[in-house]
């Protein structure tokens, strides 16, 4: 396989909509970079990027750099070696919205790695097929009534967690509660405030969720402010979840070091792809922290494979139908890959052409 060189590349962006808006219904379509390989023996590979709230113009950009320049008519060698070339090709710049157009590129590498091997990317990654739990993350500034209404809706329809989102204000501490006393018999939930708090408002809030039973408080402030995460996690009785805005392993290190969190949540988009989430787990295995990935499950039951301190999937309503639908869960809520290699992903090539911005 190795006696391959990358003979050609596409670089895509696209503008697909959510199957139901996020951020209160201020989100409603994805920016999504695709990048399609293919070497001169017909061996093809395919990745994507998604983000949201700014344009695509930049991660776009980026992408074609990085496949102009790092990938395209280079030899084929493993897909870590061309994520190392491409960070330090990014390290004078820094990475921001730029990892989003690495990790589709990233990505797409894996995929023709795997496909080379024959096996999944997971496989290819250095590890085993398992069933990983799912949770839904259901949407914030909803009414306590609504949100036990849809929490007991996920629970009928499979999954094995819910998420909250609720702002730091009385009524919604009336929520988590009542959220609790209806599902605690179904299943675990988790309380993500998404950086809406101050640090006073996160220790309160915190504490409210451990009281009720949450199995983890997310992100009540943003991941810059480490003083403050130092101070929350001295304060609280849960386990606290950060990391969804980091951009690289030597950010997550700052909160593994200072023991700053139980959960790290990298999301596979925003470090770079596959090559920098895999690091960031296994770093994250040595202090004893579990990884939940801030992506669709699709993908990231590819880095549970390889990792195995990733405790739970995120259902992420993002670009689910381009790629063949939502995943299917087993009795349990969990999902796991199959035995496709690549990523085993069933692209509507009519969608992707449909939502096409620029090439």
């Not at 969804?244 to 770079?272: N, Y």
């Not at 990231?300 to 390889?306: E, N, S």
Request: aromatic content about 8%; hydrophobic content about 50%; overall charge negative.
């Amino acid at each position: 396989m190795f006696n391959q060189k990358i003979a050609s590349a596409r670089v895509r962006w696209l503008r697909a909509p959510l199957e139901q808006p996020l951020g209160g219904g201020r989100i409603t379509v994805a920016e999504t970079i695709v990048v399609d390989l293919e070497t001169d023996q017909g061996l093809t590979g395919r990745g994507f990027g998604c983000f949201f709230d700014s344009a695509g113009d930049v991660p776009f950009a980026a992408a074609k750099q990085l496949v102009a320049d790092i990938v395209l008519g280079k030899p084929l060698v493993h897909p870590e070696a061309f994520a190392r070339r491409m960070r330090a090709y990014l390290a004078r710049y820094g990475f921001g919205t730029f990892s989003t157009g690495m990790a589709a590129a990233d990505i797409a590498l894996w995929d023709l790695f795997a496909k080379g091997l024959g096996v999944p990317v997971g496989i290819a990654m250095g590890g085993e097929a398992r069933a990983v739990p799912v949770y839904r993350t259901l949407e914030f500034g909803m009414s306590s009534e609504r949100n036990c209404e849809l929490a007991m809706k996920a629970f009928d329809e499979g999954l094995a967690g819910v998420k909250l989102h609720p702002n730091p204000v009385p009524k919604d501490e009336l929520m988590i509660q009542a959220v609790a006393d209806l599902v605690l018999d179904r299943g675990p939930f988790m309380v993500d405030s998404t950086r809406r708090c101050t640090l006073a408002q996160a220790i309160h809030l915190a504490n409210v969720s451990a009281d009720a039973g949450a199995l983890w408080f997310e992100e009540p402030i943003a991941e810059s402010d480490v003083g403050a995460y130092e101070i929350l996690a001295r304060q609280t009785r849960i386990a606290i979840a950060t990391g969804e805005a980091l951009r690289s392993l030597p950010e997550a290190q700052v909160f593994l070091a200072r023991r700053l969190c139980s959960i790290l949540q990298p999301d596979i988009f925003m470090v770079g792809g596959l090559t920098e989430s895999l690091r960031i787990a296994r770093a994250a295995e040595t202090f004893g922290v579990d990884i939940a990935p801030h992506t669709m499950p699709v993908l990231a039951a590819h880095l549970a494979a390889a990792a195995p301190n990733v405790t739970w999937l995120e259902q992420l309503p993002l670009i689910d139908s381009l790629i063949g639908g939502r995943p299917v869960l087993d009795a349990k809520g969990r999902f796991a890959i199959s035995d496709a290699p690549g990523l085993g992903f069933m692209w509507d090539e009519a969608l992707v052409k449909k939502y096409l911005i620029a090439e």
